[in-house]
């Protein structure tokens, strides 16, 4: 099972995971990233009140199918799960997820590093800030274009 889902609800980390695994025998190792709206800690910065997520409707889930699609052809993946919201967050709240499963825990890890690498620089999402002193957008960071460039 390959699932891509953009939405604005939660989502239960747990819950994907074992709906991935359920039932099957030739998964020997699931892999699962949560990622989280986390409070800013930047020295001098008002305290981080919420991230607003904007994507383009469409093109993102299309973009995040390309993307494990790459990641089947390069690792013999059994399944795998990318959940990805939009709205306003708050600190704590789930922003991604990305689930994958194999047969071996190598492919595996490789494949959920990989597609997070890759969310990180391709997926058409944009973020706001929204701190004490107003909204900003945030601007592409380069260590993650580095490290989506390690996959070549």
């Known amino acids: 099972m390959f699932t891509v889902r953009i939405q604005a609800e939660d989502f239960n980390a747990a819950d994907e995971t074992a709906a991935l695994a359920r039932g099957r025998t030739d998964i020997g190792a699931v ?17 981080l009140n919420a991230l607003t997520l904007e994507h383009y409707p469409g093109m993102a889930e299309e973009e995040i199918g390309r993307l494990m699609e790459e990641a089947r052809a390069r690792w013999p993946l059994a399944g795998a799960t990318v959940i990805h919201r939009h709205g306003r967050l708050v600190p704590g709240d789930n922003i991604v997820l990305v689930v994958t499963a194999s047969a071996h825990r190598g492919a595996a890890f490789a494949a959920a590093e990989f597609l997070m690498d890759w969310l990180k620089t391709r997926a058409p999402f944009w973020k706001q800030e929204e701190r004490g002193e107003g909204q900003s957008w945030i601007a592409a960071k380069d260590e993650d274009d580095v490290a989506a460039e390690r996959w070549g």
């Open 31 to 47: 892999v699962t990233f949560a990622g989280l709206c986390r409070a800013d800690d930047t020295p001098g910065a008002a305290p």
